[in-house]
């Protein structure tokens, strides 16, 4: 694909994504909201609605820093580059969230688009993203969360591994692990591309091997900056517990997920929304099986072990209180290779307008929900 289809391609399908979302928020904040007048209406349509939940602990962090465990939880760059433009440019910290959500996204469609067409049809790299931004969850794409930059570093870094180029793809992983914790799952991918460019002979490693540490470096340097705050550097980890998260394997997480669900009332969260949360853990399980198992859908084996690890993480740290698929179905729209297996299955175009419909349609239903003051995964 030329550099001008690649940059049509994503400028279109961002403003698809766009009209998707934006349209469903002017809808619901009209059925949700009193306001004033139409200049505060479309205010709280376009940045307003977008800030709830974990948004308000990230501008939080931006505003005040780090001074105690809970906010560990929430990784630094996010809302650093937050403050960054706040200083900077004396935009409001909800403004300046926004902002590096959405340019961030618009970067990302284009890498992937770039990425996905050094092996696949046109039609497939369409189809991919296409299914990507209707998939219900991904109106965070759009919201003050971190869930946009984290793609734009996970995929710069597949991206630059397939060009080997090592360092690039090493400052990508690095921002990604400053991002999200499983920005060091991008070490088992870039191990793989680097000795695959190498036939898998150990002899013809080099210094520049160690590239693959910088993801590594970036949750050490988060630690010390834990260190330095509030002097405990695995603050992260510990401040789990306020959200109820505990250890479990992934196949007890599976199943006592499954029986929570069909017998465990939730009050104040309709059913449906943790029937949802199930469906989704098993619908990444399903596609992760698939691609080990039929050869048409067989990926690159550095996207695979990336999906893979991707996928089991979180099962590994439930939160039985409020639900043993906590935050899952917004979880998976960042691991991008899931997106390319259900492409490759859904060839047919009925199946695949169908798809798209009922997420289109799932995602609007979330945004109902999400403008009404629920919490949404």
Not at 36 to 44: E, F, G, L, M, Q
Not at 59 to 71: F, L, S, T
Not at 203 to 214: E, F, K, N, Y
Not at 307 to 329: E, Q
């Amino acid at each position: 694909m030329t550099e001008r289809k690649a940059r049509l391609y994503t400028f279109a399908l961002f403003f698809l994504h766009k009209c998707i979302v934006l349209g469903a928020s002017f809808v619901f904040v009209r059925k949700y909201v009193s306001l004033p007048d139409t200049t505060a209406y479309v205010k709280y349509a376009l940045l307003d609605n977008f800030v709830r939940w974990d948004a308000l602990w990230y501008i939080r962090i931006a505003h005040e820093g780090y001074g105690w465990q809970q906010p560990a939880a929430f990784f630094p760059l996010y809302p650093y580059l937050m403050r960054g433009l706040h200083d900077a440019f004396g935009m409001s910290y909800r403004l300046a969230g926004l902002l590096v959500a959405n340019i961030a996204f618009l970067f990302a469609l284009y890498l992937l688009v770039r990425l996905l067409s050094l092996d696949y049809s046109r039609i497939v790299v369409i189809r991919t993203v296409m299914l990507l931004i209707v998939f219900p969850a991904s109106f965070y794409f759009t919201a003050v969360y971190t869930e946009s930059l984290f793609l734009f570093w996970t995929v710069g870094c597949f991206y630059f591994l397939r060009q080997r180029m090592w360092g690039w793809a090493g400052v990508f992983g690095f921002f990604a692990s400053l991002t999200r914790n499983t920005g060091t799952l991008l070490m088992l991918p870039f191990l793989y591309e680097y000795l695959a460019a190498r036939d898998f002979q150990w002899r013809r490693v080099r210094a520049d091997l160690l590239w693959i540490t910088l993801p590594i470096a970036g949750i050490l340097s988060y630690m010390l900056l834990l260190y330095k705050k509030i002097g405990d550097p695995l603050a992260f980890v510990h401040a789990q517990q306020y959200w109820s998260r505990t250890f479990r394997w992934p196949w007890a997480t599976v199943w006592r997920g499954t029986w929570d669900v069909l017998t465990r009332p939730r009050h104040g969260w309709p059913r449906l929304n943790r029937i949802y949360e199930a469906i989704t853990a098993y619908w990444e399980l399903a596609l992760t099986g698939l691609s080990f198992w039929q050869q048409r859908l067989r990926l690159r084996w550095s996207y695979s072990l990336y999906m893979l690890a991707a996928v089991v993480v979180p099962l590994l740290s439930p939160s039985p209180v409020n639900s043993y698929f906590y935050s899952i179905p917004r979880f998976v729209i960042v691991i991008f290779p899931l997106f390319i297996v259900w492409a490759l299955l859904l060839r047919h175009k009925v199946w695949l307008a169908a798809v798209m419909l009922l997420c289109t349609a799932g995602q609007w239903y979330l945004l109902d929900k999400f403008t009404g003051g629920l919490f949404v995964f």
